[in-house]
């Protein structure tokens, strides 16, 4: 299997304000000054992400958004479109988190056409799929990422830029990890579901780790076959734990 590069996102959630700039700055002298051996990305909140497009400069930290609409433009009060981000200085944007499916009823298809629109606004997806906790104990987590992915990759990602990433709804913010096997389990299953819905276009896509991602278990858990990186949330706040996660690869 052709593997590119990690990647590791930093996802931000709703936290951030300028006073927060600071840890993108430090996480950008630190990579300048010794490189990553890998993609690094930031997610932060819609309203930073100019401010840290500027701060940035295109430089070792790559820019990505939380979420997009589904349509272009339009009468969708609150929302912000795809166009909108790229415009902001995103390139990349994170699509169908457990907090949006679960908090939001983001449905696959849901998730589908914001990919869609993503894509065509110049976007590289970072699409999100995970089983609660009831569906992991009932031993159902490999047929539900597999149905999550079927319906939320829609045709258009076919040998366009995109990621996958596995989160364990259950290892979200819980300090809980699934065993180095089971993630094993899952990435595996994760890349012939892509394969089966995306043919070998989908191949070169990493498949993320998500879940509680430490300075301390990134270096073990990057190092499974078919672990293509990591979508880390808390752990991304501070650029001193997220360079530990970096320094992992
Ligand atoms: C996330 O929200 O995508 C995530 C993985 O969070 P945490 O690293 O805090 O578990």
């Known amino acids: 299997m052709k593997q590119s590069v990690k990647l590791i996102a930093g996802n931000w959630k709703m936290n951030g304000l300028a006073v927060n700039l600071g840890e993108a700055?430090?996480?950008?002298?630190?990579?300048?000054?010794?490189?990553?051996?890998?993609?690094?990305?930031?997610?932060?909140?819609?309203?930073?992400?100019?401010?840290?497009?500027?701060?940035?400069?295109?430089?070792?930290?790559?820019?990505?958004?939380?979420?997009?609409?589904?349509?272009?433009?339009?009468?969708?009060?609150?929302?912000?479109?795809?166009?909108?981000?790229?415009?902001?200085?995103?390139?990349?944007?994170?699509?169908?988190?457990?907090?949006?499916?679960?908090?939001?009823?983001?449905?696959?298809?849901?998730?589908?056409?914001?990919?869609?629109?993503?894509?065509?606004?110049?976007?590289?997806?970072?699409?999100?799929?995970?089983?609660?906790?009831?569906?992991?104990?009932?031993?159902?987590?490999?047929?539900?990422?597999?149905?999550?992915?079927?319906?939320?990759?829609?045709?258009s990602l076919a040998g366009r830029p995109f990621a996958v990433a596995y989160e364990p709804v259950w290892a979200i913010g819980t300090g809980r990890t699934p065993t180095l096997e089971e993630i094993e389990v899952v990435h595996r299953a994760i890349r012939l579901a892509i394969r089966a819905r995306l043919g070998e276009a989908g191949d070169i896509a990493p498949i993320l780790y998500g879940g509680s991602v430490k300075p301390d278990n990134a270096a073990e858990i990057l190092a499974i076959p078919e672990v293509g990186g990591a979508l880390v949330g808390g752990a991304s706040l501070k650029a001193v734990d997220f360079l530990g996660i970096i320094r992992g690869v």
Do not use: W, Y
Not at 94 to 119: N, W, Y
């Open 25 to 155: 700055e430090a996480l950008k002298q630190a990579l300048e000054a010794d490189p990553a051996a890998c993609r690094v990305v930031l997610c932060p909140p819609a309203t930073l992400i100019e401010r840290m497009a500027r701060l940035l400069g295109g430089g070792a930290v790559e820019l990505g958004a939380q979420d997009c609409h589904a349509s272009p433009s339009g009468a969708f009060t609150g929302s912000t479109s795809a166009g909108m981000l790229t415009d902001a200085g995103a390139r990349l944007v994170i699509l169908g988190h457990s907090e949006r499916r679960a908090g939001f009823g983001e449905t696959d298809a849901d998730v589908a056409a914001k990919a869609e629109t993503a894509v065509a606004a110049g976007l590289e997806p970072i699409i999100c799929v995970g089983e609660t906790l009831a569906q992991r104990e009932a031993g159902e987590a490999v047929a539900v990422v597999s149905r999550q992915i079927a319906g939320s990759l829609p045709d």
